[in-house]
């Protein structure tokens, strides 16, 4: 048995080496490189390669080795292979061994150069580790990720019904080029929120927004919740975005639901007083501001008869035929509410010139005339409206408000069943 130091140019190699000779029935030298990796003193070395290599080097590994060797006797070619070894401490080491089988006078010889890739290898398990546990929250993580180039126009949504394996490739995408070119094409976005997404695009900074689409062969428009995160390259250049979207269809369906229901009257279908105060009081101080629009006081006369009379069933039935009258002769521009037990307001939006409201005035009247409510008794409606218009007799609701109610009041000391602004 030949020991390291034999040979004291085998010493002077950067890398553990073996040198072995007799394939059949291997013969080691080994260097002090070696004998550091693994952690044995020379006698015990030497004690393990006489009694039992294989306590330190893996045994399927050696003979996939002996394998590829006895393949390569004859052509000079050298041979990898990963080898595991066990260290005296018991530790387990990754190693890929190069060996050339060299043929000489006094038989064939196995020069091997032994590289540690533990820490390769634990990065390598650790990595796949890290995305399986990113592909094990991909699949249970109900939003989808996309990322957007500015430079190309390309959106790329990632794509969850692939099915995945080993690594992210172009397959696991589902790519839109040309996408804010041909926005307006594709029908993807609702027409009322493409400015919405344009907009973001057009700032690049971090937003979310709240939009309809249908990219996911949807029939009808979807509300989605996206949230756009800034991308930068290396040199902190704005590239693009990555970001999530998350369908909150549902969500929007009841809170819009509870939204109506807490903003209209439960008995005509109008809106309350707090909710026309609000959007009435927003539009004026926004879209609406230096626009001719009317706001209209209309309080049913003599209403506590009806229901002192008539009963209180009754009185909600005229109150929601004076409702229902109001709501059909005033369009979508303008906003009707009930206000109180028996007064209701209507504001018309951008009105052109007064003769329009007069008309829809008038009709009001003629149509409670010609529709009486209730079988056997039957009882016309008759109201008292006061009207106030902006600019002229103020900017604000409360203004507009104070002014259609003293015009009302005017109406009901003069005779009721008329209206005056």
């Known amino acids: 048995m030949a020991h390291s130091n034999d040979l004291d140019f085998f010493n002077r190699i950067p890398v553990a080496g073996l040198l072995v000779n007799k394939i059949g029935r291997p013969n080691f030298i080994y260097n002090l490189k070696f004998l550091s990796l693994v952690g044995y003193t020379d006698a015990q070395m030497s004690e393990i390669f006489i009694r039992d290599y294989t306590k330190v080097f893996d045994e399927e590994d050696i003979k996939e080795l002996k394998r590829k060797l006895k393949e390569a006797e004859g052509t000079k070619k050298s041979v990898r292979q990963e080898l595991k070894l066990t260290c005296a401490d018991s530790t387990r080491l990754f190693t890929v061994i190069e060996a050339e089988v060299s043929e000489e006078n006094d038989g064939s010889y196995v020069l091997c150069a032994l590289t540690d890739i533990t820490q390769i290898k634990k990065a390598q398990a650790d990595y796949m580790l890290e995305q399986e ?3 094990s929250v991909l699949r249970n993580y109900d939003d989808d ?3 957007y180039d500015f430079e190309t126009d390309l959106l790329k949504v990632f794509n969850k019904n692939v099915l995945i394996k080993d690594s992210f490739g172009d397959d696991r995408w589902i790519k839109f080029e040309n996408f804010s070119k041909n926005l307006s ?4 976005i609702h027409p ?3 400015s919405k997404l344009r907009f973001v ?3 690049k900074s971090n937003y979310t927004i709240q939009i309809r689409m249908k990219y996911k062969d949807e029939k009808n428009y979807r509300w989605y919740e996206v949230d756009f995160n800034l991308l930068q390259d290396d040199d902190n250049n704005i590239i693009g975005y990555v970001g999530n979207v998350h369908d909150i269809d549902e969500l929007k369906a009841s809170t819009i639901e509870f939204k109506n229901k807490s903003q209209h009257d439960s008995l005509t279908g109008l809106y309350n007083n707090a909710s026309a105060k609000e959007i009435i009081e927003e539009y004026l ?3 609406g501001k230096g626009r001719t629009n009317a706001l209209m006081i209309i309080d049913l006369d003599d209403f506590k008869h009806v229901n002192d009379t008539f009963g209180h069933r009754f ?3 005229v109150i929601k035929t004076a409702a229902d009258t109001l709501n059909n002769t005033f369009g979508e521009n303008d906003l009707t509410a009930r206000i109180g037990g028996d007064e209701f307001l209507v504001f018309c939006r951008d009105i052109l010139d007064m003769s329009s409201v007069n008309e829809k005035v008038r009709k009001v009247f003629e149509t409670f005339a010609q529709n009486p409510v209730g079988d056997k008794e039957q009882y016309v409606i008759k109201s008292s409206i006061g009207i106030a218009v902006s600019p002229q007799d103020g900017t604000g609701f ?3 408000f104070d002014k259609a109610d003293r015009n009302m009041y005017k109406v009901k000391r003069s005779g009721k069943n008329s209206y005056n602004f």
């Not at 094409?185 to 993807?188: D, V």
């Open 201 to 203: 695009f057009n700032q």
């Open 185 to 188: 094409q594709r029908r993807m």
């Open 192 to 194: 009322e929120d493409e």
């Open 285 to 287: 101080q926004n879209e």
């Open 133 to 135: 546990r990113l592909l």
């Open 145 to 147: 990720l996309f990322e």
């Open 315 to 317: 009185g909600d039935r």
């Open 398 to 400: 409360k203004r507009l």
